[in-house]
């Protein structure tokens, strides 16, 4: 950050930025800060001014953010063309236009196509930031003009003190235990009522393997409330187990002594795992799209028993 925001200072500050960032890191809170680097209307960047607090609200008038459109898990040649016409034009405040893609490993090939001609030909004092996952999944060509940046996930132990200093004590690493290391996703969640969802959907799924548990009305239930956390909780519930299988004898003792392990079932074997992971994953990603939520998941928990 002080590197940028000296580049930012002396005009050195490249039209082009790569945030690699792992899930949930905070990437898009560094594409926000350059913006506000660069849009600030006072000491850059203050975060308190009109322009600071515009950028923060996605609302100020040089700020373009580009995501894949609703329904869709891509961005699309046509946001891209918009983006290099928006970043033509001069600035509403005189000063510089921001443009963040994120995720930038959402853009279709098209697109991709289409953004390295606004990045072979910056418009002067425009700033595009690219937030990816997985930068390789981009054309190199689009890689090799943009200074890269990374950002790291962070060690549960600096997640757990930021979350308890910003939103105050709680169960901070039940929530990370489901949703991973990415405190920023951690702090909008509550932590009392994802330590619980998580508990319960862990007894559930133990009981549709013993076959105590009714299909029909859990996943009914569950389609009705936070489905993708709790899909979260099955892939983890899932990925223990085949964990279990994988790991050799010595290891398993300390393993399954752990909180989270379970006893081996011999209703589940190994492929099936892995089978029903992959079909977690799927309806997790077609979440956002208009499909039978609880029939599939029905479909999933009846699995558990074949
Ligand atoms: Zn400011």
Redesign the pocket.
């Known amino acids: 950050m002080s590197a940028l925001e000296s580049a930012h200072a002396t005009g050195r500050l490249p039209h082009a930025i790569l945030i690699h960032e792992a899930p949930g890191s905070g990437g898009a809170a560094l594409a926000t800060w350059i913006a506000?680097l660069v849009?600030?209307?006072?000491?850059?960047?203050?975060?308190?001014?009109?322009?600071?607090?515009h950028v923060l609200e996605a609302q100020h008038p040089d700020l373009t953010l580009v995501h894949p459109l609703e329904d869709s898990q891509q961005i699309r040649i046509e946001q891209v063309r918009e983006l290099g016409a928006e970043l033509a034009l001069t600035s509403h405040q005189g000063g510089y236009k921001v443009a963040v893609i994120e995720p930038a490993d959402a853009l279709n090939r098209f697109a991709a196509n289409a953004l390295l001609k606004t990045l072979e030909e910056p418009a002067p004092r425009t700033v595009l930031v690219l937030v990816a996952h997985q930068p390789s999944r981009l054309p190199a060509t689009i890689v090799s003009r943009c200074q890269r940046v990374s950002v790291r996930a962070p060690t549960r132990e600096q997640s757990r003190a930021w979350l308890t200093a910003s939103r105050g004590p709680g169960d901070w690493d039940a929530v990370l235990d489901v949703i991973g290391e990415a405190p920023l996703a951690a702090a909008a969640l509550d932590p009392t009522a994802v330590a619980q969802l998580a508990s319960e959907t862990v007894r559930g799924l133990d009981q549709a393997v013993q076959g105590s548990a009714d299909p029909v009305g859990l996943a009914e239930r569950w389609s009705r409330s936070e489905l993708a956390l709790r899909l979260t909780c099955f892939e983890n519930w899932l990925t223990e187990r085949i964990h279990g299988r994988l790991v050799i004898p010595a290891n398993r003792a300390e393993v399954r002594s752990g909180a989270h392990s379970r006893p081996p079932d011999s209703v589940l074997n190994t492929q099936v795992l892995f089978e029903l992971l992959d079909r977690v994953r799927e309806l997790k990603a077609a979440l956002a799209t208009p499909i039978n939520r609880s029939l599939a998941l029905e479909s999933l928990l009846r699995s558990l028993r074949n």
Do not use: F, V
Request: proline share 12%; aromatic share 0%.
């Open positions: 506000q849009l600030c209307e006072s000491r850059p960047p203050c975060g308190k001014c009109a322009a600071c607090r």
